[in-house]
């Protein structure tokens, strides 16, 4: 079932076009990561998602309902973690959690959702003391308080260290295997490599890629990348290849199979390709062709 | 349940602000208590001059303690994206903003009574003839200028201009109603002034009489409320 639907959404900001009329849809208890540069309008999407402003043109259901025609429904059974939300700095951890309890039917107990964002150890200090990064995971701390059907997370890891990273990387699993259906918006490519089923990269508010991750992936094949011998002419090698910054870049449907015929090549000449590395297709490959057209 | 868990917040937030604890009760309970107690012993006036600038002085309280202290707690939370992180949960915008004015009102209240007490014994000031009168005005007054300093955030353009944008509210506030002492002013002002709502609350509570002022109030109330939802913004300009 769908939880998410996004169809030729328009969203202008004092004339200026955000979001230029892009669809897609996100499947029930599916992690779906929505990728592309600074100005991209992964925000402003998740604005109108969120209910926080009017679609200007198209259609947008989340569970179903429109976001903001419906948002006390859709409130109820969503949680949202801004990229950029202030909270009140007099206040400590744990009292911030404890009232936004106050705002939320059957919340979470305090001491879960610290421990879900990993604070209990900071659950006395001041909000205003905080890191960049245990700000964020306060941010999880409050989407998570309602036990949310779906949960929409605008680059959720910013700022945080690679251990907690992890961490939030984990919960974030967690909660899609409870069948809790996730679309969050990074910077970090790997990031969303390793969370998402599905994606879409956005560039100058379109859509310019989008689909499941390991089928988008598996269909761009690979690379086989390498040092050739300065007096060898690429040109002689048995397979297309580009030179990218000092290496030898042959791109292919199946790398291991180009691997192959390129050191077989090799052999047979006496030379040797050194740092040879094969690997397959990244979101970064894609994201970086993608977002450079 | 939400209501009273955005009002609780409001109130632990104005205790807890200690910047913002000088201007909006040390310095107005001040000048409330301050000036008829000076008036009283000062002066020749005695205590009908002192009641008269004690009963002007809660124009001071409505001024800074509702209208001022909203203005700036709400601007500040809006340029902060505290209001847009209030939003997210599921708290309607009328819960947030009611609760908000509820708490603001009831501590202005409070500071009301305070000092009308405190008038009481430091400059021998009757206590209210008709407290229950007294006490519908005041809190109806406390309210309309709470919901009046949240519409009123509309017009502040940043966080940091908000106290410099509600001086002149309660510079005028306070002439209207005779609190800063005897001012000359044009005729035709007059009536303007007295059709503040700060200035028909002090006017009931030296006359007793309610009608006019109630229906003054209600009528600020309601515009209040149309300023709320044609102009409010939950979120700072985009630049």
Same mark, same amino acid.
């Given at each position: 079932?769908?939880?998410?639907?996004?169809?030729?959404?328009?969203k202008?900001h004092q004339?200026?076009?955000a979001?230029?009329?892009?669809?897609?849809?996100?499947?029930?208890?599916?992690?779906?990561?929505?990728?592309?540069?600074?100005?991209?309008?992964k925000t402003t999407t998740i604005e109108v998602l969120a209910g926080f402003q009017r679609?200007?043109?198209?259609?947008?259901?989340v569970?179903?309902?429109?976001p903001y025609?419906?948002r006390a429904?859709v409130r109820?059974?969503t949680g949202v973690m801004l990229q950029e939300a202030g909270f009140f700095p007099?206040l400590?951890?744990?009292?911030t959690?404890?009232t936004w309890?106050?705002f939320t039917?059957?919340?979470?107990?305090?001491?879960?959702?610290?421990?879900?964002?990993?604070?209990?150890?900071?659950?006395?200090?001041?909000v205003?003391?905080?890191?960049g990064?245990?700000k964020r995971?306060l941010d999880l701390a409050l989407a998570?308080l309602g036990?949310p059907?779906?949960l929409f997370l605008d680059e959720p890891?910013t700022?945080?260290?690679?251990?907690?990273?992890?961490?939030?990387?984990?919960?974030?699993?967690?909660?899609?295997?409870?069948?809790?259906?996730?679309?969050?918006t990074?910077?970090?490519?790997?990031?969303?490599?390793?969370?998402?089923?599905?994606?879409?990269?956005?560039?100058?508010?379109?859509?310019?890629?989008?689909?499941?991750?390991?089928?988008?992936?598996?269909?761009?094949?690979?690379?086989?990348?390498?040092?050739?011998?300065?007096?060898?002419?690429?040109?002689?090698?048995?397979?297309?290849?580009?030179?990218?910054?000092?290496?030898?870049?042959?791109?292919?449907?199946?790398?291991?199979?180009?691997?192959?015929?390129?050191?077989?090549?090799?052999?047979?000449?006496?030379?040797?390709?050194?740092?040879?590395?094969?690997?397959?297709?990244?979101?970064?490959?894609?994201?970086?062709?993608?977002?450079?057209? | 349940?939400s209501?009273?868990a955005t009002?609780?917040l409001g109130?632990?937030l104005?205790?807890?602000?200690?910047?913002?604890?000088?201007?909006?009760?040390?310095?107005?309970?001040?000048?409330?208590?301050?000036?008829?107690?000076?008036?009283?012993?000062?002066?020749?006036?005695?205590?009908?001059?002192?009641?008269?600038?004690?009963?002007?002085?809660?124009?001071?309280?409505?001024?800074?303690?509702?209208?001022?202290?909203i203005a700036v707690a709400l601007t500040g939370r809006r340029d902060t994206l505290v209001l847009k992180r209030l939003r997210a949960t599921r708290l309607t915008d009328g819960q947030i903003l009611l609760g908000q004015?509820?708490?603001?009102?009831?501590?202005?209240?409070?500071?009301?009574?305070?000092?009308?007490?405190?008038?009481?014994?430091?400059?021998? *000031?009757? #206590?209210? $003839?008709?407290?229950? /009168?007294? &006490?519908?005005?005041? @809190?109806?007054?406390?309210?309309? +200028?709470?919901?009046?300093?949240a519409?009123?955030t509309a017009?502040i353009p940043r966080a940091?201009?908000a106290?410099?944008?509600?001086?002149? *509210?309660? #510079?005028? $506030?306070?002439?209207? /109603?005779? &609190?800063?002492?005897? @001012?000359?002013?044009?005729?035709? +002002?007059?009536?303007?002034?007295?059709?503040?709502?700060?200035?028909?609350?002090?006017?009931?509570?030296?006359?007793?009489?309610?009608?006019?002022?109630? #229906?003054?109030?209600?009528?600020? /109330?309601? &515009?209040?409320?149309?300023?709320l939802?044609?102009w409010f913004r939950w979120e700072p300009r985009r630049s």
């Amino acid at each position: 079932m769908t939880a998410i639907e996004v169809n030729g959404l328009h969203k202008s900001h004092q004339g200026f076009e955000a979001v230029k009329g892009i669809s897609f849809e996100v499947a029930e208890g599916e992690i779906f990561a929505l990728l592309g540069r600074n100005g991209a309008g992964k925000t402003t999407t998740i604005e109108v998602l969120a209910g926080f402003q009017r679609a200007d043109a198209g259609t947008v259901r989340v569970l179903g309902l429109d976001p903001y025609a419906d948002r006390a429904a859709v409130r109820r059974r969503t949680g949202v973690m801004l990229q950029e939300a202030g909270f009140f700095p007099e206040l400590t951890v744990a009292r911030t959690v404890e009232t936004w309890r106050g705002f939320t039917a059957a919340p979470r107990p305090r001491e879960e959702a610290l421990e879900l964002a990993g604070l209990t150890a900071r659950a006395d200090v001041k909000v205003r003391q905080l890191s960049g990064g245990e700000k964020r995971r306060l941010d999880l701390a409050l989407a998570l308080l309602g036990r949310p059907d779906v949960l929409f997370l605008d680059e959720p890891t910013t700022g945080m260290d690679p251990e907690a990273r992890a961490a939030a990387w984990t919960v974030i699993r967690d909660l899609a295997a409870q069948g809790i259906t996730i679309l969050l918006t990074t910077h970090y490519l790997d990031e969303a490599q390793r969370l998402a089923g599905s994606m879409a990269i956005m560039d100058e508010g379109r859509v310019v890629a989008s689909g499941g991750m390991a089928e988008t992936l598996a269909a761009r094949g690979g690379r086989v990348s390498f040092r050739l011998p300065a007096h060898v002419d690429p040109g002689s090698l048995p397979l297309p290849v580009t030179v990218e910054r000092g290496l030898t870049v042959c791109h292919a449907d199946d790398p291991d199979l180009a691997a192959q015929t390129l050191l077989t090549w090799a052999a047979e000449r006496g030379l040797r390709l050194a740092g040879l590395e094969v690997r397959p297709a990244t979101l970064e490959d894609l994201f970086m062709e993608r977002s450079a057209r | 349940m939400s209501l009273t868990a955005t009002y609780r917040l409001g109130t632990r937030l104005f205790w807890r602000d200690k910047a913002m604890l000088f201007a909006s009760v040390v310095t107005p309970v001040g000048l409330a208590v301050g000036l008829p107690t000076l008036m009283r012993y000062v002066t020749s006036g005695g205590v009908a001059n002192a009641a008269a600038l004690a009963h002007s002085t809660i124009a001071i309280l409505l001024a800074i303690t509702a209208f001022m202290n909203i203005a700036v707690a709400l601007t500040g939370r809006r340029d902060t994206l505290v209001l847009k992180r209030l939003r997210a949960t599921r708290l309607t915008d009328g819960q947030i903003l009611l609760g908000q004015i509820a708490a603001t009102a009831t501590q202005t209240m409070a500071m009301i009574v305070v000092c009308t007490v405190a008038v009481r014994f430091s400059a021998g *000031v009757p #206590l209210p $003839a008709d407290p229950l /009168a007294f &006490a519908a005005v005041t @809190i109806a007054g406390s309210v309309v +200028l709470s919901l009046l300093g949240a519409a009123y955030t509309a017009a502040i353009p940043r966080a940091e201009l908000a106290a410099a944008y509600t001086m002149p *509210v309660f #510079l005028v $506030a306070g002439v209207a /109603a005779g &609190a800063m002492g005897p @001012i000359p002013l044009p005729a035709w +002002l007059r009536p303007v002034l007295d059709a503040l709502p700060t200035t028909v609350v002090v006017d009931a509570v030296r006359t007793g009489e309610l009608l006019t002022p109630v #229906l003054v109030l209600a009528g600020w /109330a309601a &515009a209040g409320v149309l300023a709320l939802r044609l102009w409010f913004r939950w979120e700072p300009r985009r630049s």
